[in-house]
Nanobody
């Protein structure tokens, strides 16, 4: 199983970024996927999840209305579109595969990528 994130970078407050996570080594369409973020010294924070088929999504309250998670099963890719970014969104963002048959903000994950850094600053 391999998950490779991309799309992070430095952006000013109010700006936008689109993160991508390319998956390989498993049947991508059969698993719910999640994005979480982590800063040094702070606990992991689940940002968004998307179910098998992409019909259901859930978001952390602080990103609701600003972030959108989506998936393209033909490309084995999950995305996180982020708008109106704030300094407190600064973190390393990881995608992860949730355990088979599970879905939700608190659902366990089995594999994660190395992450992509998002920095929101003037």
């Amino acid at each position: 199983v391999q998950l490779v994130e991309s799309g992070g970078g430095l952006v000013e407050p109010g700006g936008s970024l689109r993160l991508s996570c390319l998956a390989s080594g498993f049947t991508f369409k059969d698993f719910a996927m999640t994005w979480f973020r982590q800063t040094s010294g702070m606990a992991r924070e689940t940002v968004a999840v998307i179910d098998v088929g992409g019909l259901r999504t859930k978001y952390q309250d602080s990103v609701e209305g600003r972030f959108t998670i989506s998936r393209d099963d033909a490309k084995n890719t999950v995305y996180l579109e982020m708008h109106n970014l704030r300094p407190e969104d600064t973190a390393k963002y990881h995608c992860a595969r949730q355990k088979f048959g599970t879905y939700g903000m608190a659902a366990p994950y089995e594999f994660r990528g190395q992450g992509t850094q998002v920095t929101v600053s003037l």
